[in-house]
């Protein structure tokens, strides 16, 4: 394989004509001489000026007449090379453009931004013009003789810096979209350098007819760029496209490297990827680590030689996207690479072990943190005094390592060994003062305070901060906003019931400050307020969040107005109390304010969008589904695209509707979403909580087939790579119980068991797991294994931080219920007096209420015993005392209830041929006890359990009419009439709605 040309990119691109390949050598000595003997015939600029009365005779001073004078020059110099008719330019017109170009680099008051950069690829584009125009009618030879071609690459290079400052310029300013940047979007100037390669369609590679010899240095400026642009999928798509190209051009001619992407288009290229944090984001990195691999084993050519920067890249990938543990062993795995290429990298440095430690701190692993001070303790072995100095030893740390470090400390809210490295780097900067604490290290200080909302000691470490920059000479040490806005924040999230009136202190003092200073900059913006804000909301004190973002409204200054994080704020704050129809409407006010041209569309995205629609899928509302619904068309119209929080807001508005095809809905949210994905919208691939959304949507159904599709999408998580979560594994455990296979409960539950025993401690099985299993073996009339369920969620209690409450054991009870065995009402009574003599040692609430009882005596009903009537009114005076020695909101749990009457009448009438006159007694209290409660309901229209629903009261009468008909009481018929009366009466009682309990 061919060996890489070296063009000379050494020296700086405009400051030295000399380094330029000479086009026409005569004419260009002329030009610079003709300018070299105008300089030289200029009179010397300062001469003292002698004093005249009419000093106002000049029209402006002469060192701006000689620019404005210059400019004007210029000006006419591009716009007669413009004008050149196609197929007219000579070599002494080339070398003009070259010496512009120059020009605009080494002078950029020549012409403004924006219009600078347009201009420089105007004069190329003129060139190119004019070699495709002769390509067909010049053979190539001559042409490259006559235009002097190729050009040298460093002016190519000028331009492309020129043009990539200016793109970071306005990515800066947040809008480094398509249709801001139109012909200067980094994919459009990839088909200019396409074209003055030679690689372009209209061009033919080979013929001599491009403005440049080939290089993989322009494609690597490109990549780079790309890397400002606001969308992240865009991004890598268009690096993609880039590199393909690439990769293309190089199978056509493999015998010239310089067409093959390089070491340094595949690090853009893992950069990009790792970048846009997107879930394959890692995998596409580890594939091109792959690659140049294989390139460098089949070549061996320095182009395809594994260097840090590449490692590093696969690093931050995975540290972004991958599972805490694969990212903490991958990036181990990698940095032993790293250390191997000391020696081999010339390249290396401090900064390749920085980026190290950000990975580390990024990725979510309990270790992360001190496997980045590991790498800082061996680089601070080379501060030693006497540390030998080898290739073999990491370079030596600089403050920045020490805030990196200490940040990731700060992110795991381990404040003390934040504030033992902190003291740690103040030792040594006594030695050595290129590490006394930087900013950064004190940044990472105060926000790690800020972390854990110890709001005094972030204030004291900003004092600190201020107090050393005054001693190292600085005076505006105390107005770095990023340092007060991290007091401001720590007492924003602190809890502190005076943290607003801490907040509005600190502006105060703020305020004082730029007064006295006489400082009318951006100090104390938007941002500062939202602080003040973000208490309010967080504290939920929407009255004084809602006068707060009045005060911002009313401002003249557009620096305090309200901006995209001030109305997010809003959003939020609605968002807390469950008031989704005060959300949307600041949404809406965002909306007009931005369409209105008042404000920004800086941060305004999807997040905006998404609050909202989870204030919907968490409303009680009747249409909540269908607003939540709107919001998302809504987003779609506006040209934001949704991303997996949207669609996951919106299934779950649907998955908990009460409309009756909430599954066909979700469903088809489902499918687009997926289908989506598939066509490479990585940022809608469906996570756990997508699949966890469709789940509870098919187990709120009632057909068997929505209740066995569960199985189905749980294989389907396995193919999509989705891991399974302790909340899907408790929704599928839900969908077995509602099928009556409690065998497979058990099954999942071994599973998630498993699972964690092995090591996944998100994995630790919850109550709602426990209870689960509980409802699936008493639905199925297993009392035994429902006893054994319970035995076992009291003793994990501890271990895993379970609780158990009434309805636990009532399961068991329940199971009881549901038997036909002989000894079921026997051995209900017994779990019933265990229960409560449990509920008198134990700290969680067990005590036995009306369904425990219920439960016991439906099971006593069910039995068909003699004494079943008689056990069961047993039951249900006790069940009266303890209801009367309930007092207030919870005395309903206790009083007897439609379930209670049903079952207890059941039990007396089917021990009829034994109890004779004295069940009719029992029956004649029931009914008086149930007139008593109709009687209260119709006269304080109170939500008791009297009034619940219409159809419980029908239900009742109807089923104690059917057991007295086919009892054998001698004045059943005396007794069906009363019966008949209180159900008339129950029938006039008004129904309430279901929500009153």
Same mark, same amino acid.
């Given at each position: 394989?061919?060996?890489?040309?070296?063009?000379?990119?050494?020296?700086?691109?405009?400051?030295?004509?000399?380094?330029?390949?000479?086009?026409?050598?005569?004419?260009?000595?002329?030009?610079?001489?003709?300018?070299?003997?105008?300089?030289?015939?200029?009179?010397?600029?300062?001469?003292?000026?002698?004093?005249?009365?009419?000093?106002?005779?000049?029209?402006?001073?002469?060192?701006?007449?000689?620019?404005?004078?210059?400019?004007?020059?210029?000006?006419?110099?591009?716009?007669?090379?413009?004008?050149?008719?196609?197929?007219?330019?000579?070599?002494?017109?080339?070398?003009?453009?070259?010496?512009?170009?120059?020009?605009?680099?080494?002078?950029?008051?020549?012409?403004?931004?924006?219009?600078?950069?347009?201009?420089?690829?105007?004069?190329?584009?003129?060139?190119?013009?004019?070699?495709?125009?002769?390509?067909?009618?010049?053979?190539?030879?001559?042409?490259?003789?006559?235009?002097?071609?190729?050009?040298?690459?460093?002016?190519?290079?000028?331009?492309?810096?020129?043009?990539?400052?200016?793109?970071?310029?306005?990515?800066?300013?947040?809008?480094?979209?398509?249709?801001?940047?139109?012909?200067?979007?980094?994919?459009?100037?990839?088909?200019?350098?396409?074209?003055?390669?030679?690689?372009?369609?209209?061009?033919?590679?080979?013929?001599?007819?491009?403005?440049?010899?080939?290089?993989?240095?322009?494609?690597?400026?490109?990549?780079?760029?790309?890397?400002?642009?606001?969308?992240?999928?865009?991004?890598?798509?268009?690096?993609?496209?880039?590199?393909?190209?690439?990769?293309?051009?190089?199978?056509?001619?493999?015998?010239?490297?310089?067409?093959?992407?390089?070491?340094?288009?595949?690090?853009?290229?893992?950069?990009?990827?790792?970048?846009?944090?997107?879930?394959?984001?890692?995998?596409?990195?580890?594939?091109?680590?792959?690659?140049?691999?294989?390139?460098?084993?089949?070549?061996?050519?320095?182009?395809?030689?594994?260097?840090?920067?590449?490692?590093?890249?696969?690093?931050?990938?995975?540290?972004?996207?991958?599972?805490?543990?694969?990212?903490?062993?991958?990036?181990?795995?990698?940095?032993?690479?790293?250390?191997?290429?000391?020696?081999?990298?010339?390249?290396?440095?401090?900064?390749?072990?920085?980026?190290?430690?950000?990975?580390?701190?990024?990725?979510?692993?309990?270790?992360?943190?001190?496997?980045?001070?590991?790498?800082?303790?061996?680089?601070?072995?080379?501060?030693?005094?006497?540390?030998?100095?080898?290739?073999?030893?990491?370079?030596?740390?600089?403050?920045?390592?020490?805030?990196?470090?200490?940040?990731?400390?700060?992110?795991?809210?381990?404040?003390?060994?934040?504030?033992?490295?902190?003291?740690?780097?103040?030792?040594?900067?006594?030695?050595?003062?290129?590490?006394?604490?930087?900013?950064?290290?004190?940044?990472?200080?105060?926000?790690?305070?800020?972390?854990?909302?110890?709001?005094?000691?972030?204030?004291?470490?900003?004092?600190?901060?201020?107090?050393?920059?005054?001693?190292?000479?600085?005076?505006?040490?105390?107005? #770095?906003?990023?340092?007060?806005?991290? !007091?401001?924040?720590? @007492? $924003?999230? /602190?809890? +502190? %019931?005076? *943290?607003? =009136?801490?907040?509005?202190?600190?502006?105060?003092?703020?305020?004082?400050?730029?007064?006295?200073?006489?400082?009318?900059?951006?100090?104390?913006?938007?941002?500062?307020?939202?602080?003040?804000?973000?208490?309010?909301?967080?504290?939920?004190?929407?009255?004084?969040?809602?006068?707060?973002?009045?005060?911002?409204?009313?401002?003249?200054?557009?620096?305090?107005?309200?901006?995209?994080?001030?109305?997010?704020?809003?959003?939020?704050?609605?968002?807390?109390?469950?008031?989704?129809?005060?959300?949307?409407?600041?949404?809406?006010?965002?909306?007009?304010?931005?369409?209105?041209?008042?404000?920004?569309?800086?941060?305004? #995205?999807?997040?905006?969008?998404?609050? !909202?629609?989870?204030? @919907? $899928?968490? /409303?009680? +509302? %009747?249409? *909540?589904? =269908?607003?939540?619904?709107?919001?998302?068309?809504?987003?779609?119209?506006?040209?934001?695209?949704?991303?997996?929080?949207?669609?996951?807001?919106?299934?779950?508005?649907?998955?908990?509707?009460?409309?009756?095809?909430?599954?066909?809905?979700?469903?088809?949210?489902?499918?687009?979403?997926?289908?989506?994905?598939?066509?490479?919208?990585?940022?809608?691939?469906?996570?756990?909580?997508?699949?966890?959304?469709?789940?509870?949507?098919?187990?709120?159904?009632?057909?068997?087939?929505?209740?066995?599709?569960?199985?189905?999408?749980?294989?389907?998580?396995?193919?999509?790579?989705?891991?399974?979560?302790?909340?899907?594994?408790?929704?599928?455990?839900?969908?077995?119980?509602?099928?009556?296979?409690?065998?497979?409960?058990?099954?999942?539950?071994? =599973?998630?068991?498993?699972?964690?025993?092995?090591?996944?401690?998100?994995?630790?099985?919850?109550?709602?797991?426990?209870?689960?299993?509980?409802?699936?073996?008493?639905?199925?009339?297993?009392?035994?294994?429902?006893?054994?369920?319970?035995?076992?969620?009291?003793?994990?209690?501890?271990?895993?931080?379970?609780?158990?409450?009434?309805?636990?054991?009532?399961?068991?009870?329940?199971?009881?219920?549901?038997?036909?065995?002989?000894?079921?009402?026997?051995?209900?009574?017994?779990?019933?007096?265990?229960?409560?003599?449990?509920?008198?040692?134990?700290?969680?609430?067990?005590?036995?209420?009306?369904?425990?009882?219920?439960?016991?005596?439906?099971?006593?009903?069910?039995?068909?015993?003699?004494?079943?009537?008689?056990?069961?009114?047993?039951?249900?005076?006790?069940?009266?005392?303890?209801?009367?020695?309930?007092?207030?909101?919870?005395?309903?749990?206790?009083?007897?209830?439609?379930?209670?009457?049903?079952?207890?009448?059941?039990?007396?009438?089917?021990?009829?041929?034994?109890?004779?006159?004295?069940?009719?007694?029992?029956?004649?209290?029931?009914?008086?006890?149930?007139?008593?409660?109709?009687?209260?309901?119709?006269?304080?229209?109170?939500?008791?359990?009297?009034?619940?629903?219409?159809?419980?009261?029908?239900?009742?009468?109807?089923?104690?009419?059917?057991?007295?008909?086919?009892?054998?009481?001698?004045?059943?018929?005396?007794?069906?009439?009363?019966?008949?009366?209180?159900?008339?009466?129950?029938?006039?009682?008004?129904?309430?709605?279901?929500?009153?309990?």
């Amino acid at each position: 394989m061919a060996p890489p040309s070296s063009p000379g990119v050494g020296t700086t691109f405009g400051r030295n004509h000399a380094s330029l390949q000479p086009i026409c050598p005569s004419q260009q000595q002329r030009w610079l001489a003709s300018t070299t003997n105008q300089r030289q015939n200029r009179k010397p600029h300062k001469q003292p000026r002698q004093a005249t009365t009419n000093s106002s005779s000049r029209s402006q001073p002469r060192s701006k007449a000689r620019s404005t004078d210059y400019v004007q020059h210029w000006m006419q110099r591009k716009n007669h090379f413009l004008s050149i008719p196609l197929g007219s330019l000579q070599p002494y017109d080339v070398e003009q453009v070259i010496v512009m170009i120059g020009n605009l680099r080494t002078h950029p008051r020549l012409v403004p931004l924006p219009n600078r950069v347009p201009i420089m690829w105007e004069l190329l584009d003129r060139l190119d013009r004019e070699v495709m125009m002769l390509t067909t009618s010049e053979p190539g030879a001559n042409l490259q003789r006559r235009l002097r071609l190729p050009l040298d690459y460093i002016v190519l290079r000028g331009v492309l810096l020129s043009w990539r400052d200016h793109v970071f310029a306005v990515a800066n300013a947040g809008s480094a979209t398509k249709e801001v940047l139109g012909d200067l979007h980094p994919m459009a100037v990839l088909s200019k350098v396409d074209r003055y390669l030679g690689f372009a369609a209209t061009s033919s590679p080979g013929s001599g007819a491009a403005l440049f010899e080939p290089s993989v240095h322009p494609y690597s400026i490109i990549l780079h760029t790309l890397g400002q642009m606001n969308d992240r999928q865009e991004r890598v798509q268009n690096g993609q496209e880039l590199v393909e190209g690439m990769m293309e051009r190089s199978r056509n001619n493999p015998q010239n490297v310089l067409l093959h992407p390089s070491n340094s288009i595949v690090y853009g290229m893992m950069t990009l990827w790792a970048q846009s944090k997107l879930p394959e984001s890692s995998q596409k990195a580890e594939e091109w680590l792959e690659k140049m691999q294989t390139w460098w084993d089949q070549t061996h050519h320095e182009n395809y030689q594994l260097n840090s920067n590449i490692l590093v890249a696969v690093m931050e990938a995975h540290s972004h996207v991958s599972h805490g543990t694969l990212a903490f062993d991958r990036i181990n795995e990698l940095l032993v690479e790293l250390k191997n290429l000391r020696g081999v990298d010339p390249n290396q440095d401090s900064i390749h072990y920085n980026r190290v430690c950000n990975a580390f701190a990024a990725c979510h692993h309990p270790e992360a943190a001190d496997a980045a001070r590991a790498i800082l303790d061996e680089m601070c072995e080379s501060l030693k005094p006497n540390a030998p100095q080898s290739e073999n030893c990491l370079p030596k740390p600089t403050t920045y390592t020490f805030s990196i470090v200490m940040s990731a400390y700060g992110r795991m809210a381990r404040i003390d060994d934040v504030v033992k490295l902190f003291k740690y780097l103040e030792g040594l900067s006594q030695e050595d003062p290129s590490l006394t604490p930087s900013t950064h290290c004190y940044l990472s200080l105060i926000w790690a305070y800020a972390k854990v909302n110890d709001a005094a000691n972030t204030e004291a470490a900003l004092m600190q901060m201020i107090q050393a920059k005054s001693e190292r000479g600085n005076p505006t040490g105390d107005l #770095d906003t990023g340092a007060w806005n991290a !007091v401001l924040q720590s @007492w $924003a999230d /602190s809890g +502190d %019931p005076n *943290a607003t =009136e801490n907040i509005a202190l600190i502006i105060q003092r703020l305020q004082t400050i730029c007064e006295k200073r006489g400082i009318k900059g951006d100090v104390l913006t938007a941002v500062t307020y939202n602080k003040l804000l973000r208490s309010h909301v967080k504290q939920r004190n929407l009255v004084e969040a809602q006068k707060t973002f009045r005060w911002m409204q009313e401002q003249s200054n557009v620096n305090v107005k309200p901006d995209c994080e001030t109305y997010k704020l809003m959003i939020l704050a609605f968002n807390y109390v469950k008031e989704a129809e005060k959300s949307e409407y600041y949404l809406e006010e965002l909306i007009k304010e931005i369409q209105s041209g008042s404000m920004k569309k800086v941060q305004f #995205d999807h997040d905006h969008f998404d609050i !909202v629609i989870g204030a @919907w $899928a968490k /409303s009680n +509302d %009747p249409k *909540a589904a =269908e607003r939540a619904t709107s919001v998302f068309e809504r987003m779609e119209q506006l040209g934001i695209a949704p991303c997996v929080v949207s669609y996951n807001s919106l299934i779950w508005a649907w998955a908990r509707s009460s409309n009756r095809n909430h599954v066909k809905i979700v469903d088809r949210i489902f499918q687009r979403m997926l289908k989506q994905w598939e066509e490479g919208k990585q940022f809608i691939k469906p996570n756990d909580y997508t699949f966890h959304g469709v789940l509870f949507a098919l187990s709120r159904s009632k057909d068997p087939a929505d209740l066995a599709a569960g199985s189905m999408l749980a294989k389907q998580m396995d193919a999509t790579g989705v891991p399974k979560t302790t909340n899907i594994y408790n929704t599928l455990m839900t969908l077995e119980s509602r099928r009556h296979r409690p065998d497979r409960v058990e099954l999942l539950f071994e =599973e998630l068991k498993t699972k964690y025993e092995a090591g996944d401690s998100s994995l630790q099985p919850s109550t709602e797991a426990f209870i689960t299993r509980l409802k699936a073996w008493s639905r199925a009339g297993n009392p035994e294994m429902a006893s054994k369920v319970l035995r076992e969620l009291i003793a994990n209690a501890n271990d895993f931080g379970l609780e158990y409450r009434t309805e636990d054991f009532n399961c068991v009870l329940q199971a009881w219920s549901r038997t036909q065995r002989g000894d079921a009402g026997e051995k209900a009574e017994s779990g019933l007096h265990q229960m409560v003599e449990f509920s008198k040692q134990n700290t969680f609430d067990c005590r036995p209420d009306s369904s425990s009882y219920n439960a016991v005596i439906l099971a006593h009903s069910n039995t068909g015993m003699e004494t079943s009537g008689e056990r069961s009114f047993a039951l249900f005076k006790d069940l009266k005392a303890v209801a009367a020695q309930q007092i207030g909101e919870e005395k309903w749990r206790f009083e007897p209830n439609f379930a209670t009457y049903g079952s207890l009448v059941a039990a007396i009438c089917r021990s009829s041929k034994r109890l004779q006159s004295s069940g009719e007694d029992m029956l004649w209290e029931i009914f008086s006890d149930i007139e008593s409660g109709l009687d209260r309901s119709l006269s304080t229209a109170d939500s008791d359990h009297f009034v619940r629903f219409n159809r419980s009261n029908h239900s009742l009468f109807t089923k104690i009419t059917y057991e007295l008909e086919v009892s054998s009481f001698p004045n059943k018929e005396t007794l069906l009439t009363e019966c008949r009366r209180l159900e008339d009466m129950a029938s006039s009682i008004v129904e309430l709605p279901s929500s009153g309990r």
